[in-house]
């Protein structure tokens, strides 16, 4: 993770290997700090994470986002995909027309492909039309994706 004051600036799940983490650190500049160095807004956020992990019921929608970087279309979005309630599923339609423009299935599946919030940004729970899965860009791709539909689904 990586704040920005008390904002989340960026968030990385899925890697098993430190080599992984180090190049993304490297690419993004990103500082590691240490969990003493945390505000308590910003431990209370990797509560929250870690407790979503451990396959708990967690409602990350409180968190705040460093969303400085995204067009008002994208701010739309993500905003609509955090409204997604845990163990539900929507589609890029459905979030398209959410988001107020219905014709954007397209243009909405680009946004959660670019998603700096995994997890936060529950990307993984817009789906096909079909209710089918596409598209993951986190480790392990759509068996992740698949894998924490089914946390969530358990833990409901």
């Known amino acids: ?66 969303l400085d ?18 163990g539900e599923t929507k589609s890029y339609g459905e979030l398209a027309d959410q988001a107020g423009s219905p014709k954007a299935a397209r243009a909405v599946g680009s946004t959660m492909a670019k998603n700096i919030f995994p997890l936060i940004v529950p990307c993984h729970r817009v789906v096909g039309s079909n209710g089918k899965l596409h598209g993951f860009s986190a480790p392990d791709g759509l068996n992740m994706k698949a894998r924490l539909l089914k946390m969530e689904h358990e833990a409901v």
Not at 69 to 83: E, P, S
């Open 69 to 86: 970087n995204h067009t008002l279309f994208q701010r739309k979005v993500i905003k609509a995909c955090r409204k997604i309630p845990f």
């Open 1 to 66: 993770m990586v704040f920005e004051q008390n904002r989340l600036q960026r968030l990385w799940f899925g890697y098993r290997k430190q080599a992984d983490l180090n190049k993304i650190t490297r690419e993004t500049e990103a500082i590691a700090i240490d969990d003493s160095d945390l505000s308590e807004e910003q431990r209370n956020v990797v509560e929250l994470v870690t407790n979503y992990c451990a396959g708990h019921f967690v409602d990350f929608r409180d968190i705040d986002l460093n």
